[in-house]
């Protein structure tokens, strides 16, 4: 029986990873580098988010941009102490957009409060040792554009902040992310086109996100591979936003795509972000978590998804000879 295209498009990600597996040998010796975004579990203290990693064994963070004036933001001092403790690193910071700091906004001072939001994160990154702040082009939650120009106004915002990113050597990740959820920028490819629009050599990363790619793009593995070394972190939630294995994404697929561009390089991530089925997401962040379901959460997700690591780094010709749809 001729196999669906989605099938057939499987079969050419599997037999290309397995000519890179026979080609580079070495290239897979590296496991990935697993973090976890925490801003998923609201106001819970950060002492508590690391030890509930650590114990699950993920040694990097991806902490929430929530530096947001000279008052209100995290002891800084007390974040390090912390992750000395644990023993863990920052991969990143997740930044938050909505319509007080919209990159995109018709309104001026919202823009420079966007200007203020980034520079704040990229010192808060610099204080912990993140290697890249997330950008998102346009606030979470408002899906109707404000009018045929906001794409111009955020490219043109965030270029007035390449230079603080270019002198702090923390790497702006642009995120495209599903239409349901924000006006701007739903694909890689759109994202990839946003990046030019801004046109500065220190923007030029990609955060990417399963989930969102399963909702706007074609095909999740080949819109990695279409990354290349632009994808500096991939956020991992399965396709009813759960953790991994709840629901239908092909992970397998994922991890193949993964190790193809590179991503158990140093220095980039494959950051957890399960956050459940919110248009506007960003309601977690100040929510009280239910412990026990976080904990059953984190450590069913990483045990998952290095069980299936562990499967397709063993995988053989005789595997794909004998798979059946």
């Known amino acids: 029986m001729k196999l669906q295209n989605f099938q057939a498009k499987k079969v050419e990600i599997m037999k290309s990873f397995l000519e890179f597996k026979r080609k580079y040998p070495q290239k897979l010796e590296r496991r990935f580098d697993l973090s976890w975004s925490i801003w998923m579990f609201g106001r819970e203290p950060v002492e508590r988010s690391l030890k509930r990693l650590k114990e699950n064994g993920i040694d990097y963070v991806e902490l929430k941009g929530d530096s947001y004036t000279h008052d209100l933001h995290q002891n800084f001092e007390l974040i390090n102490k912390w992750l000395e403790d644990f023993q863990m690193q920052v991969s ?3 930044g938050l957009y909505s319509d007080y700091n919209d990159l995109s906004s018709i309104n001026p001072y919202v823009r420079q409060a966007a200007i203020d939001y980034i520079r704040r994160q990229i010192e808060y990154a610099q ?3 993140g290697r890249y702040l997330i950008v ?19 490219a043109e915002t965030l270029r007035l902040c ?10 702006a990740a642009v995120e495209p992310i599903r239409s349901a959820e924000v006006s701007l920028v739903h694909t890689v490819e759109q994202a990839l086109k946003y990046i030019e629009l801004v046109n500065h050599p220190a923007i030029y990363y990609v955060n990417g996100d399963i989930y969102h790619m399963l909702c706007e793009e074609k095909n999740i593995a080949q819109v990695i591979l279409s990354c290349g070394d632009r994808l500096i972190n991939l956020h991992i939630a399965d396709s009813n936003r ?6 239908m994404i092909d992970l397998d697929l994922v991890i ?7 991503m158990n390089q140093e220095g980039r991530f494959i950051t957890f972000e399960p956050l459940g089925p919110y248009t506007n997401p960003y309601v977690l962040a100040n929510s009280v978590p239910d412990e026990s379901m976080m904990n059953k ?3 069913e997700s990483v045990e998952y998804f290095r069980e299936r690591e562990e499967i397709v780094r063993e995988m053989t010709e005789s ?4 798979i059946t749809f």
């Open 319 to 322: 595997d794909l000879a004998a």
């Open 297 to 299: 959460l984190v450590k």
């Open 92 to 94: 990143g910071i997740c």
């Open 242 to 247: 759960d953790g991994p294995g709840k629901g």
């Open 127 to 129: 204080l912990v040792g």
């Open 136 to 154: 998102v082009p346009s606030a979470v939650g408002r899906t109707v554009p404000q009018d045929d120009y906001e794409l111009y106004r955020s």
């Open 256 to 262: 193949m795509a993964a190790y193809l561009v590179g």
């Open 162 to 171: 390449a230079e603080y990113f270019e002198q702090s050597k923390v790497i």
